[in-house]
């Protein structure tokens, strides 16, 4: 096996594994740390069984009630794209959500500013596919790799995504291949580098979020990986991970016998786990000045000098 982020084969065994949040599987899986740029691979990479390892209660296709913290993280969202968008320049604006499922963030994105006329979901939820087109905006069901299009985006969304797939590179590639000139890219992947995961190393830690992240990068994995796409990354912060917080310690006392869950009721939708995201984001955010989230953000653009795709497998 190879890292799924640079393709070196000099890697050491870092932890094993297990999905302690949705309980898809009981089956165990390796994570392995890349020694060249510090990315975490997981083997076996469980390509084959996405039906499986996503459930219908998976936490992006599920539209459920707005929760007093969602609705804080959506003006916050709002705030950020907001912010985003003034700076590009054009009176009409084009927006595509890789993995957007609903489209519930393009909705946010939309009223964020009145120039974006033209708004996209990529995502390979055909349910997902059904609201989002009902809500007014582009789909295409399938992933980012097979999306063929002669359309050209201002701003491309790739949140919490990168995480999720074989080949972290194709994708910032083919998100740089969609964007018009003077687009942006914003990204947002786990940082595993974080002091949850030190705690919970042994325990499954929630960033893990086995078997679904298959590839956990860190700023500097990010920076190599946003390089040999042919990107530079711009604008760089960490930020809050409460949720990941939230499943390690649920897990922990779930193994302990002390709280309940299955795979038809997950672990976060447990009473406790709204509170306990809320308050280990608040926590992350008041050290965040002085330590490293368990996620991170970044604003990426086309780099000067051509992108350099032979690089990606001969590092090793
Ligand atoms: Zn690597």
Redesign the pocket.
Known sequence: MS?L????QNLQLWTHSRDTEYFTTSESFALYR?R????LSIDPVPRERLREIYPPTYYSFASGVRSFATRVKEALDRRRFAKLLRGLPGRELAVLDVGGGSGYLLDLVKSADPRVTRTQVVDFDPEAQQVARARGHGTFLGRIEDYATKQRFDLVLLLNLIEHVEDPGAVLAKARALLRPGGVILVQTPNWRCLDEWLFRRKSWGGYHTPRHWVLLTRR?LTALVDRAGLSLRRFQYTQGGWFWAVSVLAWFHEKGLVKASFERPLNRHPLFGPLAALFAAFDFARLPFAKGSQMCGELVAAETAPRPGIARREA
Request: contains cysteine.
């Open positions: 890292c982020a640079c393709g070196s890349c060249a740029c510090d990315a994995s």
